[in-house]
């Protein structure tokens, strides 16, 4: 069984950033894409962005497009999310996920079988 733990969460201004990490424990998510989910008080929660098992593949949504970064290091079991230019709208609980994928990946429709807690985010006006 795979578990996430998520850190890096905060308090940020607009047009800040931050670096969200996910770690991977309990076995190996070196053949597992890895990704990120968010969700707004009151919102359903939305894909953010997706990393393939090898990085050669990288998704996201297009209200992040431009803006955030994800990567891993796999030698680690670690995924990041790189975010800059952060909004208001930004805010939400960042939830770090993992499974197999078909790609091209339809971010929506994932629903991947691991999920960490979740880190908050929270981007002052």
């Known amino acids: 069984q795979v578990r996430l733990v998520e850190s890096g969460g905060g308090l940020v201004q607009a047009g800040g950033s931050l670096r969200l990490s996910c770690v991977a424990s309990g076995r190996s998510v070196s053949t597992y894409a890895m990704g990120w989910f968010r969700q707004a008080p009151g919102k359903k929660r939305e894909f953010v962005a997706a990393?393939?098992?090898?990085?050669?593949?990288?998704y996201y949504a297009d209200s992040v497009k431009g803006r955030f970064t994800i990567s891993r290091d796999s030698a680690k079991n670690t995924v990041f999310l790189s975010m800059d230019s952060l909004k208001p709208e930004d805010t939400a609980v960042y939830y770090c996920?993992?499974?197999?994928?078909?790609?091209?990946?339809?971010?929506?429709?994932?629903?991947?079988?691991?999920w960490g807690q979740g880190t908050q985010v929270t981007v002052s006006s």
């Open positions: 996920a993992s499974d197999f994928i078909f790609e091209p990946l339809d971010g929506p429709t994932w629903a991947p079988y691991n």
């Open positions: 990393i393939n098992s090898d990085s050669t593949n990288t």
